[in-house]
């Protein structure tokens, strides 16, 4: 069964995600890269009080557990993450991908100039 997980980091700057991805080997601009088996999705935003919001969805909590250890867990160290986010484990009872559903118009996706380097 598919889970969620939110991180909340409340102080966190874009660069510190960006020095991340990197370490990780994956372009978040591009959406190309090492991404890690089991990851279902990935956003990532910013709050208005300047935390850093981490929505992702995975095929299990084994598959993320494995990232974390092997991976994301080392590659936040050696970036110097030091803040603890709040961990929020969610039972997906319902994920879908609407890009299949015809629009009435084109759809760009922008960042936020909080998000943008």
């Known amino acids: 069964m598919a889970v969620g997980l939110v991180f909340q980091f409340a102080k ?3 660069d510190s995600y960006d020095r991340v991805n990197r370490l990780l080997g994956i372009d978040m601009k591009r959406g190309t890269g090492n ?3 089991g990851l279902l999705s990935h956003a990532a935003g ?3 009080d300047g935390g850093l919001v ?3 969805v995975w095929e299990s909590r ?3 557990g ?3 250890s092997d ?4 590659a936040i160290q050696k970036a110097g993450v030091d803040n603890i986010p709040q961990m929020t484990w969610v039972d997906i009872v319902s994920y879908h991908t ?3 559903k015809p629009r009435r118009s084109p759809v760009t996706l922008q960042m936020s100039p909080s998000l943008s380097p």
């Open 12 to 14: 966190a700057r874009r």
């Open 71 to 74: 991976r994301l867990g080392p």
């Open 35 to 37: 991404w890690p088996s």
């Open 54 to 56: 981490v929505m992702e």
């Open 66 to 68: 494995q990232f974390m």
């Open 46 to 48: 910013t709050t208005a």
């Open 98 to 100: 609407p890009d299949s």
């Open 62 to 64: 084994a598959a993320q």
